[in-house]
């Protein structure tokens, strides 16, 4: 079975700061897909960013970039320039590549400090 | 172009009573998930549906919980006989096919209560 970590329930980053949150999974497969969630007050989901297992290269989409470590089975989050609108849950998840199933994190709740 | 919905936003119910969820999910897409979240927790799943199959039923909790999809669109979540330890958030989400790069999209749930 797959799982998926998140080892800190709540962060808080100043506003314009940088933070990082952690992510671990354990699987048996070699190819799969890495996702991180965010989830603000209003319920709604929004992917954030994802990472195929195949590509070493880490994804980046404008401020929120990934460090992802195969062999470690490590997937974070990092979060440049924090504004008032990142604070939310964020949520880790991994899916099999046969696509049939999501695995999510407990999440993290982030709070930006203005 | 509307997202995926959900009804109702929230419902209360009495303990021992039947409960329906309803999930639009997006025009087109054939995949379609249940999830369910706690307080404090992450998304359990539920149920996919690929089309109007259910080929994985694994994450349904018990037989009191069960769930169809009619026409490839709207899916119901119904809860028999609900129980306390069933108020949660449940959430739907839809993919365009079960291809690797499809986005999944979620809807902004249906809060349950159960007194």
């Known amino acids: 079975a797959q799982t998926v970590t998140q080892s800190q329930p709540e962060m808080s980053v100043q506003e314009a700061e940088t933070v990082t949150l952690s992510c671990t999974y354990d699987t048996s497969e070699s190819n799969y897909y890495l996702f991180w969630y965010k989830q603000p007050p209003s319920r709604q989901m929004i992917l954030v960013i994802r990472q195929e297992a195949y590509k070493q290269q880490n994804a980046t989409e404008n401020r929120f970039s990934v460090n992802f470590q195969k062999a470690a089975k490590s997937f974070s989050l990092k979060i440049s320039d924090s504004q008032l609108g990142d604070t939310a849950m964020y949520f880790c998840?991994?899916?099999?590549?046969?696509?049939?199933?999501?695995?999510f994190g407990t999440g993290t709740s982030l709070t930006v400090i203005p | 172009g509307a997202g995926v919905s959900q009804s109702p936003s929230n419902k209360v119910t009495e303990k021992g009573k039947d409960v329906e969820l309803r999930c639009d999910p997006i025009?087109?897409?054939?995949?379609l998930y249940w999830y369910r979240q706690s307080l404090g927790q992450g998304l359990e799943f539920l149920i996919y549906f690929q089309g109007n199959s259910a080929p994985d039923k694994s994450g349904l909790p018990s037989d009191r919980f069960s769930a169809e999809r009619t026409g490839g669109s709207v899916s119901t979540l119904t809860i028999q006989r609900t129980q306390q330890e069933d108020s949660a958030v449940y959430l739907c989400a839809s993919r365009l096919n079960r291809a690797s790069t499809d986005t999944q999209y979620f809807g902004p749930g249906t809060r349950l209560t159960v007194l």
């Open positions: 025009s087109g897409h054939t995949a």
């Open positions: 998840a991994f899916m099999k590549q046969n696509g049939n199933q999501f695995y």
